[in-house]
Structure formats: C-alpha cells, structure tokens
C-alpha cells in the first residue's frame, strides 16, 4: 500500500439523493494510466473529486502518495483538471499567462509570489504545449481546445508526480480530443507522470491507457485492457457487441 | 468659487483624502467580489451596519466611537453570510438576503424605540463625507493600509479562489479561510465607507468600479488597477462636482462612477467589437 500513488479502502460516498459510491478499493501504482470508464451518475467524478478532498467520504478512507487524505499536504504532486466548461467564468479577466501560473502556488509558501524563475517555467510549458502565441490572450476568448490546452498547462507547469483529468474532452470536437488524448499519453510515458482519466470516451482511451476501471457505483472491472478485452465476465456483463466497441481501437 | 478655492478648505481636503482611500478599498475589493458573484454582500453588509448604527447611538455611542458598536457587529454579519453558504445549504444571495433583512429590520425597530431617525441616523443612510472628523480621517487611513496590506499578502491566493474554488483547493489553498479574509475584509470596508456613500449607496462603490475595469481589462492586475483608477477618479470627482454644484456628495460620486462605466462599455464596443457580444 504504501508504494501506491492512489490508494483507497471501502470508499463510500453519499448525496442526499442516496450512496453514490460503494466500498470502492483499488491501487493506482506509479506511472499509471488509469482511465476510469462508466455509464453517467456511476460515481466517476464523484470518486476523483472523493480523491482530491473535494468532496466528504461518507466511510472508508484514502490515500495519495501513501499518506491519508485528512493528512495530505504535497499538493504540489498532484495536477487536475476538471471540464473546463463548469470551471471558467468567460469575463474573468486573466490572461492565458496568468492562469497557468496559478499551478505554481502549490509550491509556494506564504507570501506567495512568483518570480523570474516561475514566469521562465510558464513560458516553457506554454511553448511545449504551443500555446506561447497565446499567452496575452484572456481566457474568454479561447476556443475550446485552446482553453483546455491552458487549463492542462496549468495543471502540470508545477510538474505534479499525479495527474487527475475529468471528463477533459467533453466539450472538444472528435479530432481535438485525440490530439487531447495522445499529449495526455505522452505526458505519461515521457516524464513519467502517474494519469488517473475519468472519461466516457472508452473505446479511445483503450488507444492510450494501460488500466481500465470500470466503474457504476462499484467497481465492476479494474485491470489491464488485455484482461478486459478476453474476460468472460465482462461479455456477459456487456455484451459481445459493447465490449468489442471498447477493445476494437486497443 | 474656483477650484483652487476649493481645494484650499480643510473640510474638503480631508473629504477628498479619506473619500480617495475608501474608494481603493472598495474598488480592488469589488473586483473579488464580483467574480466571485458575492457583489450584493456590500449591500447585505450596508443594511446590518444600518442596524447596529442604531444600536450604537441607542448607547449613546456617536461619531467616532459608534465604530466600536458597529464594527465587530457587522464583521460577525459578514462571516455568518459565509457560513450561511458554506453549512446552510443556501446560495450566496439568499445568504445575504437573510442578513440583510435581519440588519434592517433590527435597526427600523431600534430607530423607533430610541425616538426616530436623528440626524445621525440620517448621515449614515445617505453619507456625509463632508463633515468627516480628522481623527475619522486617521482611522481611515490606518484601516486602509491595513487592509491593503492584507490583500498584498494575500493577492494570490484571493486571485486563485476567484477563478476557482475547487482548482484553489486542490492547490492547497485553505479556501475557507481566504474566503474569510475577503469578507472581513470587505465588512471593515463597509463600514468605513458608509460616512462617504451612506448606507443606501455602498454596494455601487463595490460594484460599479469593478464592472467597469472587467469592460476593458486584459489581465487580473490590470483590471484591479483600472477599477481602482475609476473608483478613486468618481469620488474626486463627484466631491468636486458636488461642492461646485450644490450636490449631495454621495450621489455625485455614483452617478460619476456610473458614467465611468457606461464610457468602459462605449470604448469596449469600439476597441473589441468581437467582445461586445
């Protein structure tokens, strides 16, 4: 357990509409790439946000970088990026400049501020996302790509060991979202990033993630694709059909 | 009587210095607010400074020393409207709206008690920046910087809550406590600005500087600067004006405030046409 990067026992979570998760446990070790799959209302957001301590864990615990989330301090570890869509407010005033330096502020202690060696590490993570040209611009007047591009730079300018994305594409054309998903995978495999992806895009993240976790309410399947695709199980859970839709791109 | 003239009365100096350091509080403060879609807290605020003014001159507590009343009343107001929101599963408007009416309504029912409305009570509902006391000028100007201080210090983490809680959050933010600070903040400045706008008019000298700068600004820091520019030019301004005109004070510097904004959008339409939609 303690190797885990995410860990979580028993995990439940209840609205006042009812239990919305249910002893949910599962390991995500190091340098995964967990894509995190299921019908709507099954809890996947509800599970990550459970994760960050957005939301109150009704019983059961969770853990991130091996200690307990009522403990947790290193936020500077972790990057999120929720559905830009909810998240941005399209007066805000901030330029694209100044909203990826907010994900530096989880390194910084009080008084925070930023200097010269900060505004050099926005500007390369802005070229390596190519978005520098942008970096003027204010947020309201990116197109949807461009905007979730910022909000993925801000996510990971502070170089997080964790990376938790929910439901990023929801907003995006289908040819954005898969450039979306292989800069996703790249962060992945190149600086070793551990990826955590809520999504419902599951026949695409067969392309890039090397787990799945299929979530409604329970867990219903956490493994590699390869076991998803040849489990019996899940044929009859699914389908033939369904669950060659989900393998066929893997 | 000409400017120069005018500038040369003390009561008009001190009117203009402590009318321009309010107005900073107010306009930097008012561009967190609204963003953060607490706007009305200002007018909230206003209404329970109302009612413990009352309390406060029901004391026989008057001037300077009706501060020691109202302050601490009106900075509990401010942080039950957060808890209101955060525990009572209210929304940040009906939160206020409560306090409000509690504010108002508190102060109504002692005005009626202590005899009527007095011409204390009076100065407070409409402002009465012409009569500010030096020793008012002083705690303005003490408060100002602490405030200002506070939002230096805290400059980051009060920009990061106002683009996102949950982002804020997940950063490491204490939101809660940021959140605190912005409305003990913006109480402490509520209650010094009712001597300037009164009561009636306070949440304009929150909003309307900041609706402004949000017309024209590209980047946070700018569109704190440009609020604050307009906010403090509105009551120079507007002082003047009422002084030359024989105005009231409070509703010269709104109206000039309000001018300030509609000119923001006129300039926007011209410079960002593709923004104007």
């Known amino acids: 357990m303690s190797g885990a990067i995410v860990s979580t026992e028993q995990l439940s979570c209840s609205y006042r509409e009812g239990r919305v998760l249910e002893e949910v446990s599962f390991q995500v070790e190091r340098g995964d790439y967990v894509g995190i799959v299921g019908p709507n209302g099954s809890g996947k957001s509800t599970l990550i946000k459970a994760l960050l301590g957005l939301v109150t864990i009704s019983s059961g615990s969770a853990s991130l970088f091996g200690t307990s989330l009522t403990g947790f301090r290193d936020w500077h570890k972790v990057g999120y990026l929720p559905q830009s869509l909810h998240l941005v407010n399209p007066v805000f005033p901030a330029t694209v400049r100044e909203t990826v330096g907010l994900g530096l502020l989880s390194l910084k202690r009080f008084p925070k501020r930023l200097n010269r060696d900060d505004n050099d590490k926005i500007s390369i993570i802005l070229e390596e996302l190519g978005i520098y040209d942008l970096e003027h611009k204010l947020i309201g007047e990116l197109s949807g790509g461009q905007l979730q591009r910022v909000l993925l730079a801000r996510a990971i300018v502070n170089d997080p060991e964790l990376l938790v994305l929910d439901e990023p594409t929801a907003a995006l054309d289908p040819e954005t979202r898969g450039r979306f998903y292989a800069m996703i995978a790249d962060i992945n495999r190149t600086r070793g990033v551990t990826v955590l992806l809520v999504t419902h895009d599951s026949g695409a993240i067969g392309e890039h993630a090397s787990k799945m976790l299929y979530l409604d309410k329970k867990i219903l399947f956490y493994g590699s694709f390869d076991e998803f695709c040849c489990s019996p199980e899940m044929s009859s859970l699914f389908g033939e059909h369904s669950q060659h839709l989900m393998c066929h791109r893997h | ?277």
């Open chain 2, 1 to 277: 009587m000409n400017l120069l003239e005018i500038l040369s009365y003390g009561f008009i100096q001190r009117a203009l210095l402590a009318g321009t350091l309010i107005a900073l509080l107010c306009s930097v403060l008012g561009v967190f607010l609204v963003l953060r879609r607490l706007s009305l807290i200002g007018d909230g605020l206003a209404h329970v400074t109302f009612g413990s003014t009352a309390i406060a001159l029901a004391l026989k507590f008057y001037s300077v020393m009706s501060l020691l009343v109202t302050m601490p009343i009106v900075l509990l107001a401010s942080l039950g409207i957060l808890k209101l929101t955060e525990k009572g599963r209210l929304s940040g408007d009906t939160a206020i709206g409560l306090v409000s009416a509690l504010g108002i309504s508190a102060g109504i029912i002692l005005a009626s008690v202590g005899g009527g409305y007095n011409v204390d009570l009076l100065s407070f509902l409409f402002g009465n920046i012409l009569s500010i006391r030096s020793e008012e000028v002083v705690i303005a100007a003490l408060l100002c910087l602490g405030v200002m201080l506070m939002l230096t210090l805290y400059y980051h983490e009060l920009f990061a809550i106002s683009f996102s809680d949950e982002l804020a959050q997940v950063s490491g933010i204490r939101t809660s406590f940021i959140n605190s600070i912005l409305v003990l903040l913006t109480a402490l400045s509520v209650v010094l600005a009712m001597k300037l706008v009164g009561i009636m008019l306070i949440s304009s000298l929150l909003i309307v500087p900041a609706a402004g700068a949000l017309q024209l600004a590209r980047g946070f820091k700018v569109c704190i600067f440009l609020a604050a520019l307009q906010g403090c030019s509105s009551v120079l301004i507007g002082i003047i004006i009422s002084i030359m005109s024989n105005l009231p004070a409070s509703a010269s510097i709104v109206m000039v405030n309000l001018l300030f904004f509609a000119a923001a959008c006129v300039i926007r339409r011209l410079i960002y046409p593709s923004r104007s939609n």
